[in-house]
């Protein structure tokens, strides 16, 4: 991607990666910061022999207050429903319709069942994954582009960024599109650089988050905390689920899915109440279905 929208025009690619007299590029601090994170990673790898992770108080703390930001709510007065294949692609959303009938799916990979569940529905869904060449089935509503999603100082010629997207779709005036994010960690990157204008433009965002075992390691909490403290700012999490693919881990005393499945709805379309469920819900289903889904209870750690 050799170019990127602002309000003052087109922006090249190289201002963001040349130094220059004001101070050091993006990709020189970039650099230093993975070299402080091998060495960090070093330090923690050195510890862990000393720590018990699954009784270490300290790490039940970083547990406890990254789970806040996603413990769940009941939205007042509306319901649930399940959209996508059994098993592994279904998501549970909120039946609260987007008048601008459009969504954007990240992570296709081969699955388009959500995507064609939305599209016979009336949306027009925009679809993002550098992972494969063509999608497994089409739609006259499916709008492809063989281009991964992360953060906008991670852009290049395979990645762009959801902000540069949207102002490529000619979207930035719409208020109610739904979003469906599935990418292998790019996520925490995406949510920590887009701006929150953007954020705000989905009223709600299906999220599988990945790497909650690594929660302990200083630099993807720090990472994970902050995209999380964004998305709660305007959005309030109603529905989780772990997936069952990999194992549960037990970190500080809590038994930790390593990936969740997190649906956020925007806090201006309803009121919300202390959830009242327990996960998995009746409307939940195993990602895997030769293993046993993991309990997770009302997952409250306010």
């Not at 279904?90 to 987007?98: L, N, Q, S, T």
């Not at 869904?125 to 089409?138: A, E, G, M």
């Not at 806090?267 to 289903?285: G, M, V, Y």
């Amino acid at each position: 991607m050799n170019m990127q929208h602002a309000e003052n025009g087109p922006v090249n690619e190289t201002t963001r990666d040349e130094a220059t007299e004001s101070g050091p590029s993006l990709k020189q601090y970039d650099k230093v910061l993975k070299t402080l994170e091998h060495r960090v990673a070093k330090l923690e790898k050195g510890s862990a022999n000393i720590r018990i992770l699954a009784l270490d108080r300290a790490v039940q703390e970083m547990v406890q207050e990254l789970f806040s930001y996603i413990t769940p709510a009941d939205p007042v007065g509306l319901a649930f429903e399940r959209v996508g294949r059994a098993y592994d692609g279904g998501y549970i959303m909120v039946k609260h319709e987007a008048k601008s009938r459009t969504a954007y799916s990240l992570g296709i990979n081969r699955d388009v069942s959500w995507d064609l569940a939305m599209a016979e529905r009336g949306y027009d869904v925009y679809q993002y994954d550098h992972t494969i060449i063509k999608l497994p089935v089409n739609h006259p509503r499916f709008h492809f582009r063989r281009l991964g999603i992360t953060g906008m100082s991670l852009v290049n010629d395979e990645l762009s960024s959801l902000e540069i997207e949207i102002a490529n779709n000619a979207h930035s005036e719409h208020h109610d599109m739904i979003l469906k994010i599935d990418i292998e960690g790019h996520e925490w990157d995406v949510f920590n650089e887009i701006p929150e204008e953007d954020l705000s433009r989905f009223t709600q965002i299906l999220i599988e988050c990945h790497g909650f075992s690594k929660m302990h390691k200083l630099f993807w909490y720090r990472k994970a905390r902050q995209a999380l403290q964004r998305l709660a700012t305007s959005h309030q999490v109603v529905h989780v689920h772990g997936n069952n693919n990999s194992p549960m881990v037990v970190l500080g005393g809590v038994a930790v899915p390593q990936t969740l499945e997190l649906t956020w709805l925007r806090r201006d379309i309803c009121e919300f109440a202390p959830c009242t469920r327990n996960f998995p819900t009746d409307l939940d289903q195993p990602n895997n279905p030769n293993y046993a889904d993991h309990r997770l209870g009302r997952f409250s750690f306010f």
